[in-house]
């Protein structure tokens, strides 16, 4: 027959010098990759029993925060996605158990058996994290501690809170009762229309990534229907400056009629409303309220004998 050139044949022959040492090789990396297989696999364990519990006791969820996946951007004025993190499946994972929520969780209720909650929603969120990564060839286990890291702390932080409402329980006694306003609370998923002159108070947990709103009292002032989004000032967060050291302050400076305006107002104290501002200038930036009515040129009221302009 016609003359072949060198052809190797798998399984046959008896081993070479150096054949050895590929063998050698080969079983390291196979038993490498077994280890970190198993490591893989003790981590998602460990995930799938803390979100069960989870899902059983959804207090632990409460306090599992991330970062939201859209925020307002001021500068561009809308609602925009938010900048990628290093662990984006993590806050994936996170938005999911805690029920379509990061900054504060509304997770599901527990089922009425005792069982576990009615969604499964944390295990159904560990669930999906560990897919994801398998589908796009990433490494499963950095995400992984990362998301379990962050369960642990949750659920650390519930049994702590609970602990230090049942001391607080102690210590005031069974009749000392504090006297609350009535609030209401607004699930994240809530279609009910706000109106102009509603006050949102912002829970401990919520907008803790956000400064301008974190712990905030917010008055709604307006309402734009078309562009589906509010306008709201923070009522509760003093800037510890005046209206003079603004005006002093803004790189173009208020024309002289705009400052004999605002000389009666210079030594009034400012607060932060929020974040967005139009950067025209100190009178168009500030906003005024105050309980004078229709005697201020151009004011209107946006809740009970409080006024705006």
Same mark, same amino acid.
Request: glycine share 12%; net charge negative.
């Given at each position: 027959?016609?003359?072949?050139?060198?052809?190797?044949?798998?399984?046959?022959?008896?081993?070479?010098?150096?054949?050895?040492?590929?063998?050698?090789?080969?079983?390291?990396?196979?038993?490498?990759?077994?280890?970190?297989?198993?490591?893989?696999?003790?981590?998602?364990?460990?995930?799938?029993?803390?979100?069960?519990?989870?899902?059983?006791? =959804?207090?632990?969820?409460?306090?599992?925060?991330?970062?939201?996946?859209?925020?307002?951007?001021p500068q561009l004025r809308k609602v925009a996605r938010a900048p990628p993190t290093r662990l984006p499946f993590v806050e994936d994972a996170i938005w999911e158990a805690a029920g379509g929520s990061t900054e504060y969780a509304h997770p599901a209720e527990a089922a009425p058996s005792g069982r576990g909650a009615a969604s499964g929603a944390a295990a159904t969120a560990v669930r999906r994290h560990r897919r994801r990564a398998e589908a796009l060839g990433l490494a499963y286990r950095g995400e992984a501690e990362e998301l379990?890291?962050?369960?642990?702390?949750?659920?650390?932080?519930?049994?702590?809170?609970?602990?230090?409402?049942?001391?607080?329980?102690?210590?005031?006694?069974?009749?000392?009762?504090?006297?609350?306003?009535?609030?209401?609370?607004?699930?994240?998923?809530?279609?009910? =229309?706000?109106?102009?002159?509603?006050?949102?108070?912002?829970?401990?947990?919520?907008?803790?990534?956000?400064?301008?709103?974190?712990?905030?009292?917010?008055?709604?002032?307006?309402?734009?229907?078309?562009?589906?989004?509010?306008?709201?000032?923070?009522?509760?967060?003093?800037?510890?400056?005046?209206?003079?050291?603004?005006?002093?302050?803004?790189?173009?400076?208020?024309?002289?009629?705009?400052?004999?305006?605002?000389?009666?107002?210079?030594?009034?104290?400012?607060?932060?409303?929020?974040?967005?501002?139009?950067?025209?200038?100190?009178?168009?930036?500030?906003?005024?309220?105050?309980?004078?009515?229709?005697?201020?040129?151009?004011?209107?009221?946006?809740?009970?004998?409080?006024?705006?302009?």
């Open positions: 027959g016609p003359s072949l050139g060198p052809v190797a044949f798998l399984g046959g022959g008896q081993p070479g010098p150096h054949d050895g040492g590929a063998a050698r090789g080969a079983g390291r990396a196979a038993r490498g990759c077994g280890a970190a297989m198993r490591a893989d696999s003790s981590v998602y364990r460990q995930l799938l029993r803390l979100s069960r519990q989870a899902d059983r006791q =959804p207090s632990r969820l409460v306090t599992l925060l991330g970062r939201p996946p859209r925020l307002y951007s379990l890291k962050r369960l642990k702390d949750a659920a650390l932080a519930a049994v702590e809170a609970e602990a230090l409402r049942a001391a607080s329980s102690a210590v005031a006694g069974a009749g000392a009762e504090v006297a609350l306003p009535p609030l209401e609370r607004v699930p994240v998923r809530d279609t009910t =229309p706000a109106a102009v002159g509603d006050f949102l108070v912002t829970h401990p947990l919520a907008c803790i990534f956000q400064p301008a709103l974190d712990q905030a009292v917010v008055l709604l002032d307006e309402i734009d229907e078309t562009a589906g989004h509010v306008r709201g000032l923070v009522l509760n967060m003093p800037s510890h400056a005046t209206l003079r050291e603004l005006v002093a302050a803004w790189p173009e400076g208020p024309g002289s009629e705009a400052l004999e305006e605002l000389e009666p107002l210079l030594g009034c104290p400012l607060w932060r409303g929020g974040d967005i501002a139009a950067a025209q200038g100190p009178k168009d930036d500030v906003r005024w309220l105050h309980a004078f009515g229709d005697s201020v040129s151009g004011a209107r009221e946006v809740a009970p004998s409080v006024f705006i302009g």
